[in-house]
């Protein structure tokens, strides 16, 4: 069992930077691969970004990419999201997630946290 919450959201105006931190207890957190999706009202939910369990291997969508960086300290069973040069389109309720392996899928991911808003003004 995994239990999640994210910290970290909050306003910020287009161009600037915002760090998401989602702690995690149990003490199987460094068995898990996890993701951070994102949903904004009336869509459905998106993939972000993925790591692995050892923090070796990444992937991130398209839209994000060389703008987000998932990183995880397993010592502290954190992960986080350093998101700069946000945009307007970026803002969402962005959910952090656990699953066995790298996945892009919401469903294959067995454990979420709450979500925190992040809002960028334009």
């Known amino acids: 069992q995994v239990q999640l919450a994210e910290s970290g959201g909050g306003l910020v105006q287009a161009g600037g930077s915002l760090r998401l931190s989602c702690a995690a207890s149990?003490?199987?957190?460094?068995?898990?691969?996890m993701g951070w999706f994102r949903q904004a009202p009336g869509k459905e939910r998106e993939f972000v970004a993925t790591i692995s369990w050892s923090g070796s291997s990444t992937y991130y969508a398209d839209s994000v990419k060389g703008r987000f960086t998932i990183s995880r300290d397993n010592a502290k069973n954190t992960v986080y999201l350093q998101m700069n040069s946000l945009k307007p389109e970026d803002t969402a309720v962005y959910y952090c997630?656990?699953?066995?392996?790298?996945?892009?899928?919401?469903?294959?991911?067995?454990?979420w946290g709450q979500g925190t808003q992040v809002t960028v003004s334009s």
């Open positions: 149990g003490r199987t957190f460094s068995s898990y691969a």
């Open positions: 997630a656990a699953a066995i392996g790298l996945r892009v899928a919401h469903r294959e991911y067995d454990y």
